[in-house]
């Protein structure tokens, strides 16, 4: 059973809107860890930014946020203020903290933003 | 510029052959990641090293092996190269164990491998 699923292979955005990367997980792992990454055309990958299970509040990383509803296992990625730097490939990833600490990877979104 | 290095950048090579692929982390980080990047398997985990030990296995072929040295920088060999092999291979390095905040991966440029 997949893990973690982006289920937005790709996206349009129009440049100063905001936009929401899904992402939802599968785990019965009380302790977990959920990232995001961004990999630019040049292929390098940067961490955006990271929510714990036990976390009260969602992250926040300048413009970009979390929206972790722990529940409906979602954490979605949420991009204030699109630029045009923001095209690139988005991953969300999981990493089950009580069993063998591997790090699980969504198939990725591809965002474009659009001038 | 993560802070972590990777060499070669590029290796290309013949099915059967072996290739070693080197990785330094930041200064001062610990763990060691190896992940493997292709279009038709995604990003996938393949191993981590804390400090010299083996912490966690991923999705590694018994073919790929990795080491990581007293001077904390880390190896991944592949032998029996197959054409499926191709991809791209990236290491990643953190300060510490856990999956928390406190432990950011950072990510290397990667190393293109292509088997023909």
């Known amino acids: 059973a997949q893990k973690i699923t982006q289920t937005q292979p790709g996206m349009f955005v129009q440049e100063k809107e905001a936009v929401t990367l899904d992402c939802t997980y599968d785990?019965?792992?009380?302790?977990?860890?959920l990232f995001w990454y961004k990999q630019p055309s040049s292929g390098e990958m940067i961490f955006l930014i990271y929510q714990g299970s036990y976390d009260q509040q969602n992250a926040t990383e300048g413009r970009y946020s979390l929206n972790f509803q722990k529940a409906r296992k979602s954490a979605n990625l949420v991009i204030s203020a699109s630029q045009l730097g923001d095209s690139a490939m988005y991953f969300c990833?999981?990493?089950?903290?009580?069993?063998?600490?591997?790090?699980?990877f969504g198939k990725g979104t591809r965002l474009h933003i659009l001038p | 510029d993560s802070g972590v290095t990777q060499t070669p950048k590029h290796l290309i090579t013949a099915t059967g052959q072996r290739v070693t692929l080197r990785c330094s982390p930041r200064s001062g980080d610990l763990s060691v990641y190896w992940y493997q990047q292709s279009l038709d398997q995604g990003l996938q985990f393949l191993i981590q090293y804390y400090n010299g030990e083996e912490r966690a296995k991923g999705n590694i072929l018994e073919r790929f092996s990795a080491q990581q040295f007293p001077d904390l920088h880390s190896e991944l060999n592949l032998s029996s190269l197959e054409l499926g092999d191709s991809a791209l291979y990236f290491c990643?390095?953190?300060?510490?164990?856990?999956?928390?905040?406190?432990?950011?991966?950072?990510f290397g440029p990667g190393t293109r491998l292509t088997v023909l």
């Open positions: 785990t019965s792992d009380p302790s977990y860890g």
């Open positions: 990643a390095s953190s300060a510490g164990l856990a999956g928390g905040e406190e432990d950011e991966q950072f």
């Open positions: 990833a999981m990493r089950e903290l009580n069993r063998d600490d591997k790090i699980i």
